[in-house]
């Protein structure tokens, strides 16, 4: 469980990693979300750190348009 203001910045990375994905892209928006609360969970916090790695599942993410 991660405290609140975590939990803030991982929404935060989520969201700006995610800006140009459209939300009905639920498999792909679940593969980001899943790999950032990985790497968190690992202990990587730095916000950048983050997004990188957000960048890098979204990448990779499963979706029909690629």
């Known amino acids: 469980m991660f405290d609140q203001a975590t939990t ?3 929404r935060v990375v989520f969201d700006e ?3 140009s994905v459209s939300r009905s892209e639920s ?3 679940t593969h ?6 990985k790497a968190a969970t690992r202990g990587e916090m ?3 750190g983050l ?4 960048r890098e599942a ?9």
């Open 8 to 10: 803030t910045l991982l």
């Open 17 to 19: 990693v995610c800006a």
């Open 27 to 29: 498999g792909a928006r």
């Open 32 to 37: 980001v979300a899943s790999k950032i609360l």
């Open 46 to 48: 730095p916000p950048e």
């Open 51 to 54: 997004r990188q790695v957000g």
């Open 58 to 66: 979204l990448s990779q993410a499963p979706t029909m348009w690629r």
